[in-house]
C-alpha cells in the first residue's frame, strides 16, 4: 500500500527550530517529487515546499530562508528542517507526492501539528 | 505570480447539482491544469478531479471538472448531491512564472 507517514511535530517557542520527518512506503521516494503543504487552523492549503526528483528544491516567499527539505540517507525518509518559527508557522503539515504526470499532489499523509507559542 | 479565488461556501440540497468556481487572477486558466482537492472534517485531502477535467479511479461520475476561458475559471460540479459530499473543496494549480504550486482559498460545501 502506498503511504506516507508524518512526525516530529509538537510545541516550539518563537523564534525555535522543529525538524518533521516523512516516511513512505509502498514506493520510492526518488521517482517523485514531494512537497509539504501546511494548513493553519481553520484555515486553507497553503504549498509550503517541494523537493524534486533531481533533488532541486522549491519555497514560497514565506518560508524560503528559514525551511530546508532534504532527503535522508535511507531511501524512504525525507525531512523539513524549520527554523525561526513564529506563530505564523502554527499550521497542520501534510507530507504529499506529487503526481508523475502533472502537477497534482496524488497521495497524502494524515499530518503532523506544529504548534508556535511561548 | 497569480491567485485562484473560490467563493467562501455554497449550500444546497440532497439530490440538487452545485457548482464551485475557481478564478485565476492573472494569466490563462487553460495554461496550467487545475486539480480539485476534497477534504473532509478531520482528514487529508483527496484528490477528486486532476487536470481540470479528470476522475481518478474510486471518484463517482457525479464529479465533473471544467475550464472556461472567457472567465478565466474553473468549476467543480457535483450532480445528485448525497450528504457524503459534505466537506471543503480546494482548486490547485501550478505557476510556472517562479515554479510553485497554488490553492485556491477553499469553498465550504454544506449539503442540507
Known amino acids: 500500500e502506498v503511504q506516507l507517514v508524518e512526525s516530529g511535530g509538537g510545541l516550539v517557542q518563537p523564534g525555535g527550530s522543529l525538524r518533521l520527518s516523512c516516511a513512505a512506503s509502498g514506493f520510492t521516494f526518488s521517482d517523485y517529487d514531494m512537497h509539504w503543504v501546511r494548513q493553519a487552523p481553520g484555515k486553507g492549503l497553503e504549498w509550503v515546499s517541494t523537493l524534486d526528483s533531481a533533488d532541486d528544491t522549491y519555497y514560497p516567499g514565506s518560508v524560503k530562508g528559514r525551511f530546508t527539505f532534504s532527503r535522508g540517507n535511507a531511501k524512504n525518509s525525507l525531512f523539513l528542517q524549520m527554523n525561526s518559527l513564529g506563530a505564523g508557522d502554527t499550521a497542520v503539515y501534510y507530507c504529499?507526492?506529487?503526481?508523475?504526470?502533472?502537477?497534482?499532489?496524488?497521495?497524502w499523509g494524515q499530518g503532523t501539528v506544529v504548534t508556535v507559542s511561548s | 505570480n497569480f491567485m485562484l479565488t473560490q467563493p467562501h461556501s455554497v449550500s444546497e440540497s440532497p439530490g440538487k447539482t452545485v457548482t464551485i468556481s475557481c478564478t485565476r487572477s492573472s494569466g490563462r486558466m487553460a495554461s496550467d491544469y487545475v486539480q480539485w482537492y476534497q477534504q473532509r472534517p478531520g482528514s487529508s485531502p483527496t484528490t477528486v478531479i486532476y487536470e481540470d477535467n479528470q476522475r481518478p479511479s474510486g471518484v463517482p461520475d457525479r464529479f465533473s471538472g471544467s475550464i472556461d476561458s472567457a472567465s478565466n475559471s474553473a468549476s467543480l460540479t457535483i450532480s445528485g448531491l448525497k450528504t457524503e459530499d459534505e466537506a471543503d473543496y480546494y482548486c490547485?494549480?501550478?505557476?510556472?512564472?517562479?515554479?510553485?504550486?497554488?490553492f485556491g482559498g477553499g469553498t465550504k460545501l454544506t449539503v442540507l
Open positions: 490547485q494549480s501550478f505557476d510556472s512564472s517562479d515554479h510553485s504550486w497554488v
Open positions: 504529499a507526492r506529487g503526481s508523475n504526470l502533472n502537477d497534482a499532489f496524488d497521495i
